[in-house]
């Protein structure tokens, strides 16, 4: 099983939990899982967002861009498009 940045933030909230110093939880992830690790840096934030009472290991949601969808319509669109006129921008349209 891979583990992603939701499971090393459970192990790290749970080193901070038992009282796990920062660097004593940094080198325990990097004995397990070496190169697979996250950087002292990333550790030592998450211990950070631990002390100010945060208990989520989930990402916040973020303003900015909101995801694109990728539906059959939406790619025939374009294409009908193109064959009208192969000089079009996205910008015209959409």
Same mark, same amino acid.
């Given at each position: 099983?891979?583990?992603?940045?939701?499971?090393?933030?459970?192990?790290?909230?749970?080193?901070?939990?038992?009282?796990?110093?920062?660097?004593?939880?940094?080198? @325990?992830?990097?004995?397990?899982?070496?190169?697979?690790?996250?950087?002292?840096? #990333? *550790?030592?934030?998450?211990?950070?967002?631990?002390?100010?009472?945060?208990?989520?290991?989930?990402?916040?949601?973020?303003?900015?861009?909101? =995801?694109?969808? *990728? *539906?059959? @319509?939406?790619?025939?669109?374009?294409?009908?498009?193109? =064959?009208?006129?192969?000089? *079009? #921008?996205?910008?015209?349209?959409?």
């Amino acid at each position: 099983m891979e583990l992603n940045r939701e499971h090393f933030r459970a192990i790290i909230f749970h080193n901070f939990r038992r009282g796990l110093s920062r660097q004593e939880c940094f080198d @325990e992830l990097n004995s397990l899982y070496s190169d697979k690790a996250p950087s002292y840096s #990333t *550790v030592k934030n998450w211990y950070n967002e631990f002390n100010r009472g945060r208990c989520s290991i989930q990402d916040e949601s973020r303003a900015g861009r909101p =995801k694109s969808v *990728v *539906v059959p @319509e939406k790619i025939n669109a374009v294409r009908e498009l193109i =064959k009208q006129d192969r000089h *079009v #921008t996205y910008d015209r349209h959409f």
